[in-house]
């Protein structure tokens, strides 16, 4: 790499104690300054590290004259020699901390205005004001480390794929707009007014069809766009691992993807993970964590006292048992010092997930109970619940009762609520666990009406076909999930590949036949071609990298991620754009009352 007629020889993190007695040209940022007795000292940064340069009149008084005017975050270069750092002056922290580099030559190419915040590791700052000057907050080793990680990752993935056979081919950005479980982002055309793209949430429909061509094993890192509300682990554009493999069952998918997994564990972070992964299915994951993507890194199970309730003389569990509802319990081991603020702050907690009230009973010392309900309960009766909880003095014992949902998702919640309170999570561990065996359908209680749990191309087993259209609550998907530290990080599916059994699909969704042809006629036409019978997979590439680096929030794992109201903050997008442009798209734009 040259500049102005220097040749870079080393990263400025890449000079050593063999490099002693070269001459080196390196390119950077001046990362700090200072002058020891009219010698200046200088660290020179890039991607790869930092190394100190050092500029002392009695080599060049002319160099050393002009890196007296150098300020922080100048972009220069230097011509040097390597040399031993004094005796009593090497940093054994620093890669390159037993070196120095005696400038003979300076070349500055730019200047720089003082920074809106410091570039230092350890400088907190504001999070919108990082994403508004991103090409700053990038300069943070922590940051330029994220990334470079994740690139690993992406080349681990593109290595084991091509050893087993995959063909990365590209699918559209510009696509029709299909109902796939989230909103589209639309595109209007203006060779097609009043028409519209939309990108794709996923390349789901376009890997089935490379499937149709014979193309056998699909893999594509790609980006897919939901237009739905964000939080820490979303983003309106994320990028996922996709793959799609034909002729293969459950096994053969969850194979490559967990070589996908080790090989990216070990590139990047040197860990070795080994395959095969636990499994659990999704109703067992359900009963005892509350959650199908549950954390197994500590226990904290949930326990079903349903039957023990329907005989309870306590009318709010005895009401909820014997109308269908469930009646279910967590033992917080060891919890019996929460105070009562603390055990109000936990009952207003599970109230976010619907849950109408959260009971407790302590079990202290010789078995005795405190608790508002105890009086509810023949002894008889307590002590079953005691023995379904393996309750022991010391211990806190938390119930919900209420519809299956609410029960799942408040005391699944809790159960990870108390677990952090506990410090249970050990972030140096990384527990994969595969759930399957989950529903074809779910109950939207808004709609009154059975969707797709995962999407419409999921294959059901096959000897639920018979309740495809009948009995939905019946039939089961040959779909699997993924998830790493209780956090969902892939899913996949067989899929359908017949064109009878995808119609049917679509009419158990509520989608007519002409609704089908208009919205998916060309997969219902390529599953009549000699379909192969087919399955795959996508993995969040973000939301991997996030846990492999330890990190909050999946922003930290992207060049330039937008904020939890999608607005990024760098170029001020979205934005308003000419009326001449929306003429020739023939739009019009109305704004809503509050926005005039």
């Excluded at 390119?27 to 590290?49: A, M, P, S």
Aim: proline fraction near 4%; glycine fraction near 6%; charged fraction near 30%.
């Amino acid at each position: 790499m040259a500049v102005d007629g220097m040749v870079r020889t080393h990263y400025c993190g890449d000079v050593r104690s063999s490099d002693i007695d070269k001459d080196v040209v390196l390119f950077g940022w001046v990362q700090n300054w200072r002058d020891h007795g009219g010698v200046i000292f200088i660290d020179l940064k890039d991607r790869e590290g930092l190394v100190q340069i050092v500029f002392d009149p009695s080599v060049d008084k002319e160099n050393h004259k002009e890196a007296s005017k150098l300020r922080s975050q100048y972009c220069i270069g230097v011509k040097g020699t390597v040399r031993h750092r004094p005796e009593g002056t090497v940093n054994q922290n620093l890669k390159t901390g037993e070196v120095e580099v005696v400038v003979k030559e300076l070349k500055v190419f730019s200047e720089s205005d003082t920074l809106p915040f410091p570039v230092e590791e350890y400088v907190n700052v504001n999070e919108e004001l990082r994403l508004k000057y991103r090409y700053l907050d990038l300069r943070k080793p922590r940051m330029q480390n994220n990334l470079m990680t994740r690139y690993k990752g992406s080349f681990a993935t593109r290595k084991y794929l091509d050893s087993e056979g995959f063909i990365d081919i590209e699918t559209p950005i510009l696509t029709k707009s299909t109902p796939e479980g989230a909103r589209d982002f639309l595109v209007p055309s203006r060779l097609s007014q009043g028409k519209f793209y939309a990108l794709p949430q996923s390349p789901q429909l376009f890997k089935q069809l490379l499937m149709v061509s014979g193309f056998d094993r699909y893999y594509q890192i790609t980006k897919c766009f939901r237009d739905e509300d964000l939080r820490a682990d979303r983003q309106p554009e994320f990028t996922q691992i996709d793959l799609e493999m034909s002729f293969v069952e459950e096994e053969n998918v969850m194979r490559i993807t967990e070589g996908i997994i080790a090989s990216v564990f070990k590139d990047t972070i040197g860990i070795d993970v080994k395959p095969p992964f636990k499994r659990i299915t999704f109703q067992e994951a359900m009963d005892k964590y509350g959650s199908d993507k549950p954390d197994l890194r500590f226990g904290l199970e949930l326990k079903n006292l349903t039957e023990i309730a329907k005989k309870a003389d306590f009318k709010v569990f005895n009401s909820v048992a014997n109308s269908g509802g469930l009646v279910y319990g967590l033992n917080a081991e060891g919890c019996i010092n929460f105070s009562r603020k603390e055990i109000d702050d936990l009952t207003n907690f599970v109230s976010i997930y619907g849950a109408k009230g959260l009971a407790w009973i302590k079990v202290k010392e010789n078995n005795e109970l405190q608790s508002p309900i105890v009086k509810f309960f023949s002894k008889e009766q307590m002590d079953e619940i005691l023995k379904a909880l393996d309750a022991k003095p010391g211990d806190l014992l938390f119930f919900v009762a209420d519809k299956p949902k609410v029960v799942y998702d408040s005391l699944g919640a809790l159960r990870l609520e108390v677990a952090k309170k506990l410090n249970l999570m050990d972030d140096n561990e990384f527990n994969f666990t595969w759930v399957t065996d989950f529903p074809l359908f779910e109950w939207n209680d808004d709609e009154n009406r059975f969707e797709a749990m995962h999407h419409p191309f999921t294959s059901p087993v096959e000897e639920d076909l018979q309740f495809l259209e009948s009995d939905q609550a019946k039939v089961r998907a040959r779909a699997y999930d993924i998830t790493l530290n209780g956090v969902e990080i892939g899913g996949g599916s067989i899929r359908i590949h017949r064109s009878d059994v995808q119609q049917k699909m679509f009419r158990a969704l509520g989608i007519s036949d002409e609704e089908a042809r208009l919205k998916f006629g060309f997969l219902i036409d390529a599953l009549k071609f000699g379909a192969p019978p087919h399955g795959g997979l996508a993995l969040g590439l973000d939301r991997l990298m996030t846990i492999i680096l330890k990190e909050e929030s999946i922003r930290d794992v992207i060049a330039f991620p937008k904020t939890q109201k999608g607005v990024c903050m760098l170029t001020d997008a979205p934005s308003e754009v000419e009326t001449k442009q929306l003429n020739e798209l023939a739009l019009k734009v109305i704004k809503k009352k509050s926005q005039k």
